[in-house]
């Protein structure tokens, strides 16, 4: 209550002996400022306590230009979102399109963020903002966004996207599985086994995401004479109703179900979710995935397990990266340090965790 | 304080104001029964809340004579033990061999349990002592009891067991997982793909359990001349130094070992343990494991991941129960509840939680 994270809602009906008082969460007690950062673009948000969005931006942004001139823009336009309000931010969530170590917010070889590798995102941005920074791959923050505005009561939940690359973001107990080094849900450099549904020959000992990505898909495609470089490029032919790209996006699935059979065996999960440009492109490569995973596991796996499609598309990477900062902040640990703090000026309004 | 799961110990050091309190988990505030149902055998054994064994009985039972026969016997024994102790029991964790809805406690069509099938373990084993029951099956059990025992400090951990057929236990951020229909672990289900390093042909789509359990290298060295009925069977021959039964439970770990590949990329475990009576037999299972992993996954994944055999062997059952029934009973919800109960009195051995 000394925190307001708890307020006084309505009259109690008095049932005698002491009044009973109604509480509820305020989730307006404090905000998140979310940082959503993509190849070419970044998405701002600041959200409340429940990760629903206040206020946002978006803008046009190289992930290459590296962390200092990326990084200084985003926070430039998460100030002016911060200035709009008067509760306090109690932390910040950055996610980022390559591997992370989680613990450090070091981004680790990531390959199409050239200038980020090992950078202290966390310190630095503290030198803006003194609160604190929690930094993911944009994948596991997908998961959680889309967990926590679609899934809400479900607790065994994988997300898949595909786009240029392939990774999984899995909730296993209602908790995103970061596993020991962070590097859990790497879907895309399990080798993917010849199979005979497959027409790749048995000598093929490719990764996932060097025969099923949107890369690999255009790559199938240009070889066959079409004209697409890109995930992007794929999406467009599959939505023009090109049959090339469309079988091409089709056995994609089949082979990403290969991989996902495993998984449904393994972790038993109620929903896999589907994401990224590639699937966004069609039903076709979710029909491939159903195709094999209904296959190849058993009933009991599978009788309960929906494979669906991205419902919040790209509005859950911002929502995801708040709920991973309020996981923490509202942690019992974390609530003591918090009352610690004076939240009640106005100057109090930035605020270190 | 009042339920003696804390006591005070020692004198504490003053340092002015009001004299600090040094007190300490009382693992012996109350006991846990915890049974393990195999094939052939049953033990029983009494812990504290530690999952440290009191004492313990084992005596052989065939679980095909049905759950009234078997457990009448397992809890006449249970019984025994806990007229030797004069504090109350919290809970009885029971391990079962074959698959069980955790929820509930009813085992779902067991292949090796005749008249198991559906039957409410918890209800009828609260006719006897009524208690809070919890019932897995025994390859959860044995994550559990080997996580405890020897890897206590493993957030992220993966149990094998090849015996006569194929099962895992997957404990991801510290808990075991069981996902949404309790079915997490079913790896003996899986499709193994075609891959050229097996001998298998393309055509061949069987289940991991049908390629490399006990059961499924009996069979393989039956055709090929030699006398293997069972998983133990194999066992013997490997000991004995059969060059076939060697090469057949190496080539089973390679198969194995294509299914954790894809576990070590989703899941980033930093230990797997691989127990059963095959494992058990000698390095060759482990060997063709560690071969295939290590070649599949990318070094990020697997250059802080140990692959082991169990260390705990059978008596990690009896503490994997223990402690499932532990980790329940302690939650703060249960410990409510707990302190409900009137433990003074000596005639309160026996309690509900």
Redo the contacts between chains.
């Keep these: 209550l000394a925190l307001r994270l708890l307020v006084p809602v309505g009259p109690a009906t008095s049932t005698g002996g002491r009044p009973p008082a109604q509480v509820a969460f305020n989730a307006g007690a404090a905000t998140v400022l979310s940082i959503d950062l993509g190849a070419t673009h970044a998405t701002i948000a600041l959200t409340d306590l429940n990760a629903k969005v206040i206020s946002q931006r978006s803008v046009a942004l190289d992930i290459a230009e590296g962390p200092h001139a990326v990084l200084d823009v985003a926070l430039g336009l998460g100030k002016e979102l911060l200035e709009q309000v008067d509760v306090p931010v109690i932390g910040i969530g950055i996610g980022v399109p390559g ?1 992370v170590e989680h613990s450090t917010g070091r981004p ?1 070889s990531p390959p199409i963020m050239p200038g980020w590798d090992g950078f202290d995102i966390p310190a630095y941005v503290r030198q803006s903002i003194d609160v604190t920074v929690l930094v993911d791959n944009d994948v596991n923050i997908l998961a959680l966004g889309e967990h926590a505005t679609s899934w809400p009561d ?3 939940l994988v997300f898949v996207k595909v786009a240029t690359g392939i990774g ?1 973001g ?1 909730i ?2 209602g ?1 995103l ?11 895309g ?8 549904d497959s027409p790749r020959p ?2 093929d ?1 490719r990764d996932l995401e060097a025969i099923a990505s949107g890369t690999a898909i255009a790559k199938q495609l240009t070889a066959s004479g079409l004209k697409a470089e890109s995930a992007a490029d794929v999406a467009d032919l599959v939505r023009s109703g090109d049959a090339r790209a469309i079988e091409a996006t089709r056995q994609a699935g089949r082979e990403i179900g ?2 996902l ?3 449904v ?6 929903v896999i979710v589907v994401g990224g440009s590639v699937a966004r492109a069609g039903e076709h490569l979710l029909a491939g995935i159903k195709e094999i995973v209904y296959r ?3 009933p ?2 599978t ?2 397990l929906s494979i669906v499609p991205s419902q919040s598309g790209e509005r859950a990477a911002v929502v995801g990266a708040a709920i991973m900062v309020a996981n923490r902040a509202l942690s019992p640990a974390a609530i003591d340090q918090f009352a610690a703090q004076d939240l009640g000026s106005p100057s109090a309004r930035v605020r270190v965790l």
Tied chains: 1, 2.
């Design positions: 591997p680790i479900v607790d065994d999984a899995v296993s107990s908790s599985q970061r596993g020991s080094q962070g590097a859990a849900g790497d879907m450099h399990v080798q993917v086994p010849y199979s005979r048995p000598e000992e290969e991989v059979s495993v998984v065996s393994m972790l038993n999960p109620s190849r596991s058993i009991l796996a009788q309960h």
